[in-house]
């Protein structure tokens, strides 16, 4: 009874790791997150300074006027454009040597990296160019390295949980496969996702709601780089999933040697133990190495890995793990 109170209390305490998680915006950290000593770093204050935080991270609208070219298009949309509370100034519209292509330079109020410039992105597409060249045959499309990078992170976003699903699926027939059992790969399955939930949380809470950044040498909160969430799962799920069948099949072979279920789990915890520990700090010191880099993305990864990995081979592969066994 008192195996089960602790499995449950330390489950519970996995999941309000994760609760952050729910929070999670993906996007680029920009110039302004890095050391102050950098010479890009001090450009950017300057820039921002000088003409606005949003000068660092323009938007480039480029109108197709199609084969009637209709100039006065370009009006309505720099109009309507800067009319937006989001936009700090719009540029003269440009034309190209053949008449039939206008660009739009649109400098927003915010930084690069801030939810408010990824949603004047999102007004612009989707409200005030549809709207301004409606009924014109022109098509103005929103790019530029900022809304470049909006697009990404989207694009990660919306496909993480498949790719998170597919992965996780594909063990589960596998260790379903070498153990001949449902609950055995179901419950590596839950226990996986608990691990990379808790570390994401962590991720979240230190880097985007800004908890002890300064700790790790972090001058301001950032969002989560789009590409961490998926290199973060991929490496602990490799990792969790070595840890994983090294216990299972120490544990197997004790049972089939006669012992009882219990006496089997304590044996192949015994044997396997000091060895996943070793491993796993070995891992944990490299991961926390990278705490130490100037980059923020850099931070975040290590961060990230370090306590992914902290979090899957103690809590999960030496406490519930066996205790749920």
Same mark, same amino acid.
């Given at each position: 009874? !008192? $195996?089960?109170?602790?499995?449950?209390?330390? !489950? $519970?305490?996995?999941?309000?790791?994760?609760?952050? $998680?729910?929070?999670?915006?993906l996007g680029q950290a920009d110039a302004g997150c890095d050391p102050t000593t950098t010479t890009h770093r001090r450009a950017y204050d300057l820039l921002a300074a000088g003409f606005g935080d949003g000068f660092n991270g323009p938007l480039l609208i480029a109108v197709d006027l199609g084969d009637d070219p209709d100039l006065t298009v370009l009006d309505r949309i720099s109009s309507a454009v800067a009319a937006d509370p989001g936009v700090r100034a719009v540029s003269p519209p440009e034309l190209n040597a053949a008449g039939d292509t206008g660009i739009i330079t649109a400098i927003p109020t915010t930084k690069p990296q801030d939810q408010a410039t990824s949603s004047l992105v999102h007004r612009l597409r989707n409200d005030l160019l549809p709207a301004?060249?409606?009924g014109t045959g022109a098509d103005a499309l929103v790019g530029g390295p900022t809304a470049g990078f909006i697009d990404q992170s989207d694009k990660i976003a919306s496909r993480l949980p498949w790719f998170i699903a597919g992965v996780v699926s594909l063990s589960f027939l596998l260790l379903m496969i070498v153990f001949r059992s449902i609950l055995v790969p179901l419950k590596a399955a839950i226990l996986n996702l608990l691990s990379i939930g808790a570390a994401y949380g962590v991720v979240v809470a230190v880097f985007q709601w800004g908890?002890?950044?300064?700790?790790?040498?972090?001058?301001?909160?950032?969002p989560i780089a789009s590409f961490v969430p998926m290199m973060m799962f991929a490496i602990l799920f490799g990792l969790s999933m070595d840890y994983e069948v090294f216990i299972l099949s120490r544990i197997r072979e004790e049972y089939h040697r006669g012992h009882s279920n219990i006496d089997s789990v304590v044996e192949g915890l015994g044997a396997t133990a000091k060895v996943i520990t070793a491993a796993a700090l070995i891992m944990i010191s490299v991961f926390l190495g990278f705490v130490a880099s100037d980059d923020p993305v850099v931070k975040m990864m290590g961060v990230g890995l370090a306590t992914a990995v902290a979090v899957d081979a103690t809590i999960v592969r030496m406490v519930l793990v066996p205790s749920t066994m």
């Open positions: 009874e !008192q $195996v089960v109170q602790a499995r449950e209390r330390l !489950q $519970v305490g996995l999941v309000v790791l994760a609760i952050p $998680v729910l929070d999670m915006r301004a060249t409606a908890w002890g950044r300064s700790l790790i040498g972090l001058d301001e909160a950032v």
